[in-house]
């Protein structure tokens, strides 16, 4: 078979010799690349028996590696209740909402934060925020404030209100027109913020590190001038942390490394251990305003995710699970730190556990699908990051002898790309 750098139907027969999935009845919106059976730690197994090295942790969501939940507690909150309607409340919801609440007046104080909505996903999150921030203008009868703000590249989840503000064409294309009135930023451009910032806007969406959209980062400066324009048109600022949260750059919330001081913060992937989950942690002068009926979800605040949750966030704070942690965040950027040294091509993005690589070569650029393809054809899974970037996104406790294994695995396949040889082997050890 010859090689080819960017070409899709190449890439597609190499994996069809042997990854074939038939998924001819699951809606064909993903194509499976392999049917999982089950996973620990760092490894996926598909059905077939072969293990791969997942440096993409169920996208950002298995922070301490899969199994990491307890069976035991899981069960033992649906052999107690599985589920309550919006009427009720239970002790799991009631504790979660607190724990978030007192963790991001932790880390983020001077808002502060009184109440967290729990919902069942990321993009359910953010229409919660959205539509919370245009409650805010009603109710305090902002009558002049009329846009929503998001920036380019930004990935705010699929929903409707949710893809309005997100910055990507090939999320959107299909399902246009979104909603009016918002309106988008150059991320990290002060000037076009500042051109785009006025008394009209109610509320500015803003992941501290774009997860899909490239692995940009907040600068401190840009943040600093974003709360300044706040301070000046008043306006509520909403962080998305739902990649880039809980610990995944090293902080509890990504924003703090940029001293952004959001109104709203929005969670989810890794909080749930797996489970479906997402939190809106909402300001006290959003709180005043809510009043019953306002918004709901049947399965928001579901007891067994919220139980999850609380073994989630317990591990998460455990000293132990800290230290190994920042272990692993050493160690992955010393893999990064090597390849960076070794290929001049390569440029390292992100931070903490939320990393990558760009590449600087238009050519490499335009065969990362081919580059992601190869890497799970030698059993290591990795991800893409704004149509021409790798990502990584392992278990936040992902050990050293795990990077190893998977960055001579990377290492071998830019080495071929970067320096392509007549005919590169195509070996799989399965
Ligand atoms: N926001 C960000 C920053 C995300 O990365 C994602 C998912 O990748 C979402 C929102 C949407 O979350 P979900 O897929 O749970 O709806």
Not at 98 to 107: E, F
Not at 226 to 231: A, G, P, R, S, T
Not at 360 to 366: D, N
Request: charged fraction near 20%.
């Amino acid at each position: 078979m010859h090689h080819t750098h960017s070409n899709k139907k190449n890439t597609k027969n190499i994996l069809d010799i042997n990854y074939r999935v038939d998924s001819t009845y699951q809606t064909p919106v993903f194509e499976p690349l392999l049917t999982i059976a089950h996973a620990k730690g760092d490894y996926l197994y598909d059905v077939r028996g072969r293990r791969f090295i997942d440096l993409t942790g169920g996208i950002a969501v298995h922070s301490l590696g899969h199994g990491a939940l307890s069976a035991q507690l899981v069960a033992a909150q649906l052999q107690k209740t599985s589920h309550v309607s919006n009427y009720f409340t239970t002790e799991p919801l009631l504790q979660l909402c607190k724990r978030l609440v007192l963790l991001a007046n932790k880390y983020i104080p001077s808002v502060p934060y009184k109440s967290t909505f729990v919902c069942n996903s990321g993009t359910e999150a953010i229409e919660t925020a959205l539509k919370f921030c245009l409650l805010w203008k009603y109710k305090r009868e902002f009558r002049h404030k009329k846009h929503v703000l998001y920036a380019h590249n930004s990935f705010h989840g699929r929903t409707m209100g949710a893809l309005s503000l997100t910055g990507q064409a090939r999320y959107r294309r299909y399902f246009e027109p979104l909603l009016a009135h918002t309106r988008s930023f150059v991320y990290n451009d002060a000037r076009d913020i500042a051109k785009k910032c006025s008394r009209k806007t109610i509320a500015l969406f803003i992941e501290a590190i774009q997860g899909e959209g490239g692995l940009s980062m907040l600068d401190s400066s840009t943040a600093e001038h974003i709360m300044k324009l706040k301070q000046k048109y008043n306006f509520l600022i909403v962080a998305d942390e739902v990649q880039g949260g809980l610990w995944r750059t090293g902080t509890p919330f990504a924003c703090q490394h940029s001293g952004l001081k959001p109104d709203i913060i929005v969670i989810a992937k890794p909080l749930g251990g797996g489970l479906p989950i997402g939190a809106v942690i909402t300001p006290q002068q959003v709180h005043d305003l809510l009043s019953p009926g306002d918004h709901g979800s049947t399965f928001g605040g579901n007891p067994v995710v919220c139980t999850a949750a609380h073994y989630m966030l317990d591990k998460f704070l455990d000293p132990h699970i800290q230290k190994k942690r920042e272990r692993s965040a050493q160690a992955l950027d010393a893999h990064i730190h090597a390849l960076t040294q070794k290929y001049s091509d390569l440029i390292p993005l992100g931070r903490g556990h939320l990393r990558g690589l760009a590449f600087r070569t238009p050519r490499i650029q335009g065969a990362v699908s081919d580059i992601i393809a190869q890497a799970l054809h030698r059993g290591l899974l990795i991800l893409r990051s704004g149509g021409t970037k790798l990502r990584f996104a392992p278990s936040l406790i992902c050990e050293d002898y795990v990077y190893q294994e998977a960055f001579n695995i990377l290492d071998s396949i830019l080495h071929e790309y970067i320096y392509p040889h007549p005919k590169p082997s195509h070996t799989s050890q399965h």
